[in-house]
């Protein structure tokens, strides 16, 4: 007999887990419920192209991308035209008279009368800074080009120092800036004014108004015997070896720009 109250707590124990089971359940399915409405919506993006879908509704259309703006045609009326584009500025060039002063950069190129000069390189900058105390002055020490009718060839000038040459006179009368202490001067801030003056011809030195060939390597032809240069290698100066120094329509001393010199200092350039 004592059997069966074991048999009813039995069944009674199997009714209360089977019933927390079941809320246990009903609380897991609630939450997963609650966690998945949470979730941001999912975006499902369709492979497939406007024409498989055009294709797949019958009747359906689509409205045409818009047409991209078209370029301006030639103009269609007689005697339209549109503006050219602006050529570029070549390189300036500082025209400067006779007896007068300019300043011109290094690579910069300055036309006188009958000569034209380019300052190329500063050889040599040895000024007293200002403030300091310098047993000596110093200078500066620029290397040129100088362009005739006739030649081309380079000379160094020192600041205060006249070359004669084409008959004129070349003078570099003033270097700037200024030289100060412990700064350096950059070349594209170095500016440089020559004086050029047309030379008074002798009336002794040239008997028989001769021509003379001077300079390092022969290359200059002048009325002066006394033209000197820099000693300086170029391939064109032996075109003047066979050249004729003499005085030409303009009065004035110079190669004769026959054909073979021509031609040679073209191919010699």
């Known amino acids: 007999m004592k059997i069966k109250p074991l048999i ?13 089971y079941a809320i246990n359940l ?24 406007p024409a498989s879908s055009t294709s797949s509704n ?16 030639a103009p269609s009326k007689p005697g339209q035209t549109y503006p050219t584009a602006p050529t570029l500025p070549t390189a300036p060039t500082t025209p400067v008279s006779p007896s007068k002063s300019s300043l011109l950069k290094l690579g910069e190129l300055g036309v006188f009368q009958n000569v034209s000069i380019r300052p190329i390189s500063v050889e040599e900058d040895s000024r007293c800074p200002i403030g300091v105390l310098c047993i000596q002055a110093g200078t ?12 081309t060839y380079t000379n160094v000038v020192s600041l205060g120092q006249e070359i004669i040459t084409a008959s004129v006179k070349i003078k570099l009368t003033e270097v700037t800036p200024i030289k100060r202490a412990q700064i350096n001067i950059k ?15 002798p009336v002794a030195p040239n008997p028989g108004d001769r021509c003379f060939v001077g300079g390092c390597s022969s290359q200059v032809c ?3 015997s006394d033209v000197v240069t820099t000693c300086e290698y170029s391939a064109k ?11 030409q329509s303009t009065g004035e001393c110079g190669w004769t720009p ?7 200092l073209q191919n010699n350039q």
């Open 8 to 20: 009813i707590t039995l069944i009674t124990l199997i009714a209360i887990i089977l019933v927390i």
């Open 26 to 49: 009903l609380y897991i399915k609630n939450s997963f419920t609650q966690v998945t409405s949470n979730l941001p919506p999912t975006v499902v993006v369709s492979t497939t192209s």
């Open 58 to 73: 019958p009747g359906q259309t689509f409205p045409k991308p818009p047409s991209q703006p078209s370029q301006p045609s």
């Open 140 to 151: 500066v020490r620029l290397k040129i080009q100088v362009i005739t009718s006739t030649s």
């Open 187 to 201: 070349d594209t801030d170095y500016r440089f004014k020559f004086s050029v003056q047309r030379e008074d011809a």
């Open 222 to 224: 002048s009325d002066r």
């Open 237 to 247: 100066y032996a075109c003047y070896q066979t050249a004729k120094c003499e005085r």
């Open 258 to 264: 026959t054909p073979e010199l021509n031609m040679c």
